[in-house]
């Protein structure tokens, strides 16, 4: 299967920017959409951006939207979240997620981390005030 490797995370004031990058192993990235979710103790995971694995689209969480931009880099097997404006309630562990059908659906789909077939270990942002 898919070994994905979440980085780039760390403590820093709101107003802040910060990018994740999540490296993956195996040929097949490229054929992949790609999301990332976030989770803070004690809440459900929480979707964050996807894209397709031809990046014809990106969709968000309307808690991330205009601040947030998900963007991939197929030659490198790398997913990107740069994270701009951060605000304290970003603090969560973030993770990096592979969806292996690749197909085109309702922005609602990726929204579900149940139709994710692979995650990295996650990343830890906090954002203070």
């Known amino acids: 299967q898919v070994r994905m490797v979440e980085s780039g995370g760390g403590l820093l004031q709101a107003g802040g920017s910060l990018r994740l990058s999540c490296a993956a192993s195996g040929r097949t990235f490229s054929s992949y959409n790609m999301g990332w979710f976030r989770q803070a103790p004690g809440k459900e995971r929480e979707f964050v951006a996807a894209i397709r694995w031809n990046a014809v689209n990106t969709y968000y969480a309307d808690s991330v939207k205009g601040r947030f931009t998900i963007s991939r880099d197929n030659a490198k097997n790398t997913v990107y979240l740069q994270m701009n404006n951060l605000k304290p309630e970003d603090t969560a562990v973030y993770y990096c997620?592979?969806?292996?059908?690749?197909?085109?659906?309702?922005?609602?789909?990726?929204?579900?981390?149940?139709?994710?077939?692979?995650w990295g270990q996650g990343t830890q942002v906090t954002v203070s005030s």
């Open positions: 997620a592979a969806e292996r059908s690749a197909g085109d659906y309702s922005s609602s789909y990726y929204g579900r981390a149940r139709v994710y077939d692979y």
